[in-house]
T-cell receptor, first 112, second 117 residues
Framework: AQRVTQPEKLLSVFKGAPVELKCNYS??????LFWYVQYSRQRLQLLLR??SRESIKGFTADLNKGETSFHLKKPFAQEEDSAMYYC??????????????FGTGTLLAVQP | GAGVSQSPSNKVTEKGKDVELRCDPI?????LYWYRQSLGQGLEFLIY????????KSGLPSDRFSAERTGGSVSTLTIQRTQQEDSAVYLC???????????????FGPGTRLTVL
């Protein structure tokens, strides 16, 4: 079965501390993995995707196929990073539908 | 440019009533998705439209839920005989095209918050 697991509902850190939001997935194939973010009173938006291998707002995520994980990391958290973060997957290349399967989300709270 | 828009932003209804939720995708986007965001369930896929192809309805939770997309643009999600467990935020997203060798980013609307009393 296709599933995305985010074990932490809430992650609270102090400004300047490192952040790691955990994401594990199960999928019988080669999925594409994403992180979406929803800031307070804003709409859901794409943060980054594994195929891009880029850093957005200081965040990076590495796909580990052996551990079926796609953890989101940032070395120094900022207060403006406080938001709800969702890990998601979709069928990989050649899929007829790019519907997204989301985890339940992790609320990141960065304290001053 | 204009993003995905949804209406109404909030809807309160009584159990047993029918409701219609509307989504206006980004102009030119051929793929349209509906998701549901509820407490403890995260975001669940409901239905997907792509051009003139038959919609993927695999995520609809019951036959009380239906959706249509007229003229390849605006979409309406209808919930008949609403139940309290239907209370959630209903999100619409659109993208340029789905499938193929690349993922096309889904752009989300602000959502409709449905409360069933």
């Amino acid at each position: 079965a296709q599933r995305v697991t985010q074990p932490e509902k809430l992650l609270s850190v102090f400004k300047g501390a490192p952040v790691e939001l955990k994401c594990n997935y199960s999928y019988s194939g080669s999925p594409e993995l994403f992180w979406y973010v929803q800031y307070s009173r804003q709409r859901l938006q794409l943060l980054l995707r594994h195929i891009s291998r880029e850093s957005i707002k200081g965040f990076t995520a590495d796909l580990n196929k052996g551990e079926t994980s796609f953890h989101l990391k940032k070395p120094f958290a900022q207060e403006e990073d406080s938001a709800m973060y969702y890990c998601a997957l979709s069928r990989g290349y050649g899929g007829a539908t790019n519907k997204l399967i989301f985890g339940t989300g992790t609320l990141l709270a960065v304290q001053p | 440019g204009a993003g995905v828009s949804q209406s109404p932003s909030n809807k309160v209804t009584e159990k047993g009533k029918d409701v219609e939720l509307r989504c206006d995708p980004i102009s030119g986007h051929t793929a349209l998705y509906w998701y549901r965001q509820s407490l403890g369930q995260g975001l669940e896929f409901l239905i997907y439209f792509q051009g003139n192809s038959a919609p993927d309805k695999s995520g609809l939770p019951s036959d009380r839920f239906s959706a249509e997309r007229t003229g390849g643009s605006v979409s309406t999600l209808t919930i008949q005989r609403t139940q309290q467990e239907d209370s959630a935020v209903y999100l619409c997203a659109s993208s340029l095209v789905a499938g193929g060798r690349s993922y096309n980013e889904q752009f989300f609307g602000p959502g409709t918050r449905l409360t069933v009393l």
